[in-house]
């Protein structure tokens, strides 16, 4: 299971930070992901960790975001600078997998219940 | 403006069967599995179809899906109430990673 938590208001040009919380199984060999939604709009990837410390980002999100691991906590977290409204949205966090002998990704399964950010002063 | 294109809306009435589109290239779905997400009106996204057209345990045999060249469907027949969501494809994309459609509203008339 995945639970998000942070701030549901921050001001413009703030950095958000959210935290997800994993429970109920193993942390490793997995890929943790940011997914945001903004209203009204389709789903979009933030990025992802690996347990190893691998990180790739959405490159048109990449010079503002950072994911980190606590795999002492069993938690991830997304930190997003200079926020504009434009970043209002709801954040998910997912796990999903990548199988070496095939090269491919699997689905993002399990996901968080998401949590709302809105941006505004 | 998504990477894959869905058509916005899409409507039934109970019992019929209606098809769900997704397009793309050949650095996404013309190369890569495509996923399927239903979203429930307030709620998160949850997995429908994985590896083009493989369903999760629980998931009615309603529900199928194709990909073919850098296009994919997702069928729902026997059309019912509770199948009133947004519909998400997504996959990897070789240069942008991973990419969605921009949802489709199933409404059931």
């Known amino acids: 299971q995945l639970q998000e938590s942070g701030p549901g208001l921050v001001k413009p040009s703030e950095t958000l930070s959210l935290t997800c919380t994993i429970s109920g199984g193993s942390i490793s060999s997995f890929y943790w992901t940011w997914i945001r939604q903004a209203p009204g709009k389709g789903l979009e990837w933030i990025g992802y960790i690996h347990y190893s410390g691998i990180t790739d980002y959405n490159p048109s999100l990449e010079s503002r975001v950072t994911i980190l691991l606590d795999s002492s906590k069993s938690q991830f977290s997304l930190k997003l600078r200079s926020l504009t409204a434009a970043d209002t949205a709801i954040y998910y966090c997912?796990?999903?997998?990548?199988?070496?002998?095939?090269?491919?990704?699997?689905?993002?399964?399990?996901w968080g219940q998401g949590t709302r950010v809105t941006v505004s002063s | 403006q998504s990477v894959l294109t869905q058509p916005p809306s899409a409507s039934g009435t109970p019992g019929q069967s209606v098809t769900i589109s997704c397009s793309g290239s050949?650095?996404?779905?013309?190369?890569?599995?495509v996923y399927w997400y239903q979203q429930l009106p307030g709620t998160a996204p949850k997995l429908l179809i994985y590896?083009?057209?493989q369903r999760p345990s629980g998931v009615p045999d309603r529900f199928s899906a194709f990909k073919s060249g850098t296009s994919a469907s997702l069928a729902i027949s026997g059309l019912r109430s509770e199948d009133e969501a947004d519909y998400h494809c997504a996959t990897w994309d070789n240069s942008l990673r991973w990419v969605f459609g921009g949802g489709t509203k199933l409404t059931v008339l």
């Open positions: 590896r083009n057209y």
């Open positions: 997912a796990r999903t997998f990548y199988y070496d002998s095939g090269a491919y990704w699997d689905a993002f399964d399990p």
């Open positions: 050949i650095s996404n779905i013309g190369t890569n599995y």
